[in-house]
């Protein structure tokens, strides 16, 4: 299942880009968050880590993803030592925060979060009816 939610993630992120114009955060990202759907606090915990990057490492692709990996690997070692309930928010990958907070600096916060969650919740839905329907272990 996780290349099958990785290419569709993938798939979908490019359809939606072609017809829209607006990038979801990068075409690998909603892939990985359908992975984690099951734990939306990853997800809001990775989107934290991407307006962490936005705020620290505006202007350089790079220098964000850098930023991004520096956040979640602060996210989870650092915090769970101080909150244990902050486990629950651990970053999923430690690229994703960076390349979302590129493309909100790109594009904006609202437009790339909206992008973002249309693509992830297709990608899920699509995942999921293929499982149901036995296509797709």
Known sequence: MPIDSLFIGVLLALVFTGVTGFYPGGVL???YLVLSADEPTRILGTLLAAVVTLAIG????VLMVLVGALTALAGTTL???????ALEYRVIGLVVPGLIANHFERQGVVVTTAALVAVTAAAWLVTLTLQLTGLLA
């Open 29 to 31: 990202v909603p892939g």
């Open 58 to 61: 505006r202007r350089r692709t």
């Open 79 to 85: 915090l769970p030592a101080l909150f244990p309930a």
